[in-house]
């Protein structure tokens, strides 16, 4: 007798679909005129409602302005259960063939996280308390539900809009996040929400639209670009022995070679096995939150296991929801678009590729602390300047030692300033004092390779002002 083999599984039961719904747009109930998308997910998600509006009898003429409250209500019981709430972003009046329609586009309360530009640092501070902390820079928005993680994080943000620090604290911790319609942040670990009550079966699926995982999502190198004292920061991540595949990553909002280095780790980490990802189209469906991991179960489809929810979408009044599974990490078009019309964004120049850098530059001039003083002579800092001390006739800037991620090959110099005619620059790679003269922009040869890096500035002049350096290398 063949032994039987046993498998654990789940056993859909699918719900009482007696469905009552119904939307309110500043108050006044449009539920009877409407056709429309509502949208919730995690905070990388678009999550832009679009509403049209029958107004041939013209009943909502002039009724609504921007910033209006958008709310859209479902259960299988009274209809009751708020499932969006956002608010209006525009409102355009059209023809169709149906007549005299008002087109409302909607952003989820989640939007207003790109209206606050965020400057501050962290250091030694653990996951949990930095979002908390993020959170208090919006003041009718909470963090009740921000699950304690004590895993420490050293981080910093410059005029990064709130939206963007969360997400990345988010993939450094390997957690995601969510705004709920009470205005709080839900955060917590990836796939740690297993949901039993909804699910994905051939009862109430309309259309699997594929699950599975895409070879062209995945990347085996991640090069990060930022910016210190108007100079370039780089730092790249790579997976060994397998073929290249490379992401670009530029942020201006990035000041230093640590931050560009674990932003590139975790972004490498991310990517080097892409999740599957898919989405399904459904009967309405109940009790579901942004990162719930859920059952899709289709026997046609050979399908049968737990797939996190990123994103899902109402659609009235064909009482259907489109689920989004595992999408990737980015921010959406729209909201990269909104992201550079509030900072920018702007260009970093590498043309000799360049994987990483040692940046000398800082907001207030050139940092002080990246020179050795005990090796250095006849140089002082002043008003951020780094310059030769009155009565000498030269002076050395000679820089802390940097242990490099790779083997020193070739250096590109870059300095800004004042009057920096007569200067000297020198780099050594291999931790001695063997110095070798170089030239600013443009590529060199390392003679004598390594990984203890520094730099060497020879002043000769009091009328030079350096406000910054960056040696870029690979």
Known sequence: MSPRIRRRGFIAVPPNRKTKWSCTIDGIDVTN??????????????????????????????????????????????????QFKGEIEEIRSKVNASGFILGIKGAHFTSRLLDIMITEEFKGATISDIKTSLMDNLSDYTSNNVESNTDTLDIKFVNKPLLDCLIEVDIQAD????????????????????????????????????????SADKRTKVTVYGEAGGLP??????????????????????????????????????????????????LFMLTLKPGDRIYVISNPHKVHGLFRVVKFVFNVPGETMEILFNQERSIPKLFKDRIRKEIGQETIVNPFKMTNSFNFGSESGFIESKMDASASNAVEFSEGDLRLISGNESGDMISIQKDTPV????????????TPTGTNYYINADGTNNWQQISKDTEETVTTQGSKFRLRIELTSTDTRIKSAALLYK
């Open 33 to 82: 005129f409407i056709s429309g998308k509502f949208p919730w997910g995690l905070l990388t998600e678009e999550l832009i409602c679009e509403i049209e509006l029958d107004n041939s009898g013209e009943d909502f003429t002039n009724k609504f302005k921007e910033n209006d409250e958008i709310i859209f209500l479902m259960d299988f019981t009274g209809g009751t259960t708020v």
């Open 175 to 214: 957690s995601d996040s969510y705004i709920d319609h009470d205005k709080d942040l839900n955060s917590f670990k990836k796939n740690s929400k297993t949901n039993l009550v909804p699910h994905v079966t051939e009862e109430g699926l309309l259309e699997l639209r594929g699950l599975g995982t895409d």
């Open 407 to 418: 083997i020193v090959k070739s250096v590109h110099l870059l300095v800004t300033g004042e």
């Open 233 to 282: 920061v780089i730092s790249s991540s790579a997976e060994t022995g397998v073929r290249v595949k490379e992401k670009i990553i530029t942020d201006n909002t990035v000041v230093d070679e640590d931050q560009a280095f674990s932003l590139s780790v975790a972004e490498k980490d991310r990517l080097k096995d892409p999740a599957a990802q898919g989405s399904a189209l459904t």
